[in-house]
T-cell receptor
Framework: KAGVTQTPRYLIKTRGQQVTLSCSPISGHRSVSWYQQTPGQGLQFLFE???????NKGNFPGRFSGRQFSNSRSEMNVSTLELGDSALYLC???????????FGQGTRLTVV | QKEVEQNSGPLSVPEGAIASLNCTYSDRVSQSFFWYRQYSGKSPELIMS????GDKEDGRFTAQLNKASQYVSLLIRDSQPSDSATYLC?????????????FGAGTRLFVKA
């Protein structure tokens, strides 16, 4: 069974630009969560989606947003990029949100 | 106080020994607990899940949960050099009608051959 797929794997953007990352969950999984991982802060929760609804949001500014489609695929968007947004962005899918979650390979974003 | 706390390590054990990794959490209503392994430059990989008090064994891995003490641990028996990685404790709880998983900062484990 296919795992969680994130695209693109790598991105280089300039300050002020915006970026959209994509996540395709495991088939049958309806919950998708997004995380930001940096060496200094570890894995930080961004938001969780279930059946196209954002159920939870972490402590990130409004520049970070996301959505989920009817096929459970999810996207996250970061607008007005800052240097500090450089990180590995990970998504994880699970069946319900409180069951085992599996991560994609991540998107490494570099803001220059 | 962080929601999920782990000793950052590094924890160094000889090959064949038992590695013991610990985690405490602050929110008593947490219900689901997970251990992930992350190799450098890779994404986290799920090792174990545990939902009720007691021990849960899977091969060389044993997860232990004590909700009264708000404590989760992972034991790795017969440690191998390939077990050298960062181990992340994750705690899941109900939040706003959905669920939220909070990760600890991770414990770096080195297994010496």
């Amino acid at each position: 069974k296919a795992g969680v797929t994130q695209t693109p794997r790598y991105l280089i953007k300039t300050r002020g630009q915006q970026v959209t990352l994509s996540c395709s969950p495991i088939s049958g999984h309806r919950s998708v969560s997004w995380y930001q991982q940096t060496p200094g802060q570890g894995l930080q929760f961004l938001f969780e989606y279930f059946s196209e609804t954002q159920r939870n949001k972490g402590n990130f500014p409004g520049r970070f947003s996301g959505r989920q489609f009817s096929n459970s695929r999810s996207e996250m968007n970061v607008s007005t990029l800052e240097l500090g947004d450089s990180a590995l962005y990970l998504c994880a899918s699970s069946f319900r949100g409180n069951t085992e979650a599996f991560f994609g390979q991540g998107t490494r974003l570099t803001v220059v | 106080q962080k929601e999920v706390e782990q000793n950052s390590g590094p924890l160094s054990v000889p090959e064949g020994a038992i590695a013991s990794l610990n985690c405490t959490y602050s929110d008593r209503v947490s219900q689901s607990f997970f251990w992930y392994r992350q190799y450098s430059g890779k994404s986290p990989e799920l090792i174990m899940s545990i939902y009720s008090n007691g021990d849960k064994e899977d091969g060389r891995f044993t997860a232990q949960l004590n909700k009264a003490s708000q404590y989760v641990s992972l034991l790795i028996r017969d440690s191998q050099p390939s077990d050298s990685a960062t181990y992340l404790c994750a705690v899941n709880r109900d939040s706003n009608g959905g669920f939220k998983t909070i990760f600890g900062a991770g414990t770096r484990l080195f297994v010496k051959a």
